[in-house]
């Protein structure tokens, strides 16, 4: 069974650009999570859906984020306009069920860098 | 304002040794705590948990302690290889909200042959 995928691995764009990560879950997960990492902050979740549905956005930095889950098996997170302070790796990772210490299964990681 | 704190960015250990690493949390309301194991180019792993209502869980050469008085917990190593170099995440959530895991900033590890 494959894994969750990310694509692109990595991205440079120049700021102001519009940026477009996408992530293809895990077969049969229910929920599926964003997260960013920095040196600074470390992971953090920026927003998680359940059946498609976005149940916890708080984490979303600014409205230049946005986050869609058109379908089970498709979802995108979206950046725009892009800015330096973007820059970090982003993570999707999904989740079969929900519970106390469930295991979440991340993705590769995408490297977006905004010049 | 982080609820779980990993203070430590790097630990190197000789192989056959042991490492241990430290995390600490904030938050009273967490139930369960993970550890997260990345290495460079992948995303994070699953590694072990524990429950709150435990004080230590043990999975072959890894084992984690949990402090709730202290609000700390540990993974420790032991014996450390080589393979085990990665970075380490701890992560926490709650009842309140399953879904939401709170993590540390990772603590990278570097095992010496």
């Known amino acids: 069974d494959a894994g969750v995928i990310q694509s692109p691995r990595h991205e440079v764009t120049e700021m102001g650009q519009e940026v477009t990560l996408r992530c293809k879950p895990i077969s049969g997960h229910d929920y599926l999570f964003w997260y960013r990492q920095t040196m600074m902050r470390g992971l953090e979740l920026l927003i998680y859906?359940?059946?498609?549905?976005?149940?916890?956005d708080s984490g979303m930095p600014e409205d230049r984020f946005s986050a869609k889950m058109p379908n089970a098996s498709f979802s995108t997170l979206k950046i725009q306009p892009s800015e330096p302070r973007d820059s970090a790796v982003y993570f999707c990772?999904?989740?079969?069920?929900?519970?106390?210490?469930?295991?979440?299964?991340f993705g590769p990681g995408t490297r977006l860098t905004v010049l | 304002d982080q609820q779980v704190k990993q203070n430590s960015p790097s630990l190197s250990v000789q192989e056959g040794r042991i490492s241990i690493l430290n995390c600490d949390y904030t938050n009273s309301m967490f139930d369960y705590f993970l550890w997260y194991k990345k290495y460079p180019a992948e995303g994070p792993t699953f590694l072990i948990s524990i429950s709150s209502i435990k004080d230590k869980n043990e999975d072959g050469r890894f084992t984690v302690f949990l402090n709730k008085s202290a609000k700390h917990l540990s993974l420790h190593i032991v014996p450390s290889q080589p393979g085990d170099s990665a970075v380490y995440f701890c992560?926490?959530?709650?009842?309140?909200?399953?879904?939401?895991?709170?993590f540390g900033s990772g603590t990278k590890l570097n095992v010496k042959p």
């Open positions: 859906f359940n059946n498609n549905v976005p149940i916890d």
């Open positions: 990772a999904s989740s079969p069920r929900q519970g106390l210490g469930n295991e979440q299964f």
């Open positions: 992560a926490a959530n709650g009842r309140y909200n399953f879904n939401k895991f709170y």
